[in-house]
């Protein structure tokens, strides 16, 4: 079964940058569509951005376009989110997402705080 972590996750100023990993285990990520989301107090969860792993296409939220990068590894078993200039509201804890068909797996999150 697939399991994702998430790591990379702390403190940043704003206008700061943090790099955010997923790695995966248990399964190849060939045929899955990942995807960050986040989660900020007292709001829902959200996507960010997603990669089909498959060709590489992305897609991003409207308020992290220019400012955020996902981007795959070449062994195909970890996914990455570059945050640059950070905002206060980028704070949020910070999820991965592995899907495809009926399959929809989560890691457990990393804090993203962005504050002077």
């Known amino acids: 079964q697939l399991q994702l972590v998430e790591s990379g996750g702390g403190l940043a100023q704003p206008g700061g940058s943090l790099r955010l990993s997923c790695a995966a285990s248990?399964?190849?990520?060939?045929?899955?569509?990942i995807g960050w989301f986040r989660q900020a107090p007292g709001k829902e969860r959200e996507g960010v951005s997603y990669i089909d792993f498959a060709d590489g296409r992305t897609n991003y939220e409207d308020s992290v376009k220019g400012r955020f990068t996902i981007s795959r590894d070449n062994a195909e078993t970890t996914t990455f989110l570059q945050m640059d200039s950070l905002k206060p509201e980028d704070t949020a804890v910070y999820y991965c997402?592995?899907?495809?068909?009926?399959?929809?797996?989560w890691g457990p999150g990393t804090q993203v705080t962005v504050s002077s």
């Open positions: 248990g399964a190849n990520l060939e045929h899955y569509f």
């Open positions: 997402r592995a899907f495809k068909d009926r399959e929809d797996y």
